[in-house]
C-alpha cells in the first residue's frame, strides 16, 4: 500500500521540482529586463514631471508679465487685470508648492542616472514599507 502511494507520489514531486527550476530560471532570465524597464520607466516619468512644471512655470509667469504690462497701460481695466494676476500669482504660487514633488522627482532621475541600483534598493524598501 505505501509503495502504491509512493510510485504515486513520486512523478508528482518530481514534476513539481522541474516545474520549480524552470521558474527560477525564467524568473533569472526576466528580473534583469524587468528591472531595466523599471529604471527606465521612473526615469522618463521623473523627466516628464520636471519638464511640465517647467512649462507652468514659464506659462504663468508670461501671463504675468503681460498682466503687468497691461496694468501699466491701461487705467480703466485695473481691477480685471488685478483679479486676473491674483489668479495667475496664486496658481504660480500651487505651482511652487507642488515645487517640492517635483524637486524630488528631479532627484529621483538623477539618482537613476548616476546611482541606477541605490535607487532599486530604496524603491524596493520603499515597495516593502508600503506591503
Known amino acids: 500500500m505505501k509503495e502504491e502511494v509512493m510510485d504515486q507520489l513520486l512523478p508528482l514531486v518530481e514534476k513539481f521540482k522541474e516545474s520549480v527550476l524552470s521558474g527560477i530560471d525564467i ?21 516628464l514631471a520636471c519638464v511640465l512644471f517647467g512649462v507652468g512655470i514659464v506659462v504663468f509667469t508670461m501671463a504675468l508679465k503681460k498682466a503687468f504690462e ?10 480685471v487685470v488685478r483679479c ?17 514633488l517635483v524637486t524630488g522627482t528631479f532627484i529621483r532621475w538623477l539618482q537613476i542616472l548616476v546611482a541606477p541600483k541605490l535607487y532599486l ?3 524596493a524598501t520603499q515597495l516593502l514599507k508600503q506591503g
Open 70 to 79: 497691461a496694468n501699466e497701460k491701461d487705467d480703466e481695466n485695473r481691477t
Open 84 to 100: 486676473v494676476t491674483s489668479v495667475v500669482v496664486g496658481v504660480t504660487l500651487l505651482f511652487c508648492g507642488i515645487g517640492g
Open 121 to 123: 534598493l530604496e524603491y
Open 27 to 47: 524568473a533569472q532570465v526576466q528580473v534583469p529586463i524587468v528591472l531595466e524597464q523599471l529604471l527606465k520607466w521612473k526615469f522618463v516619468e521623473s523627466i
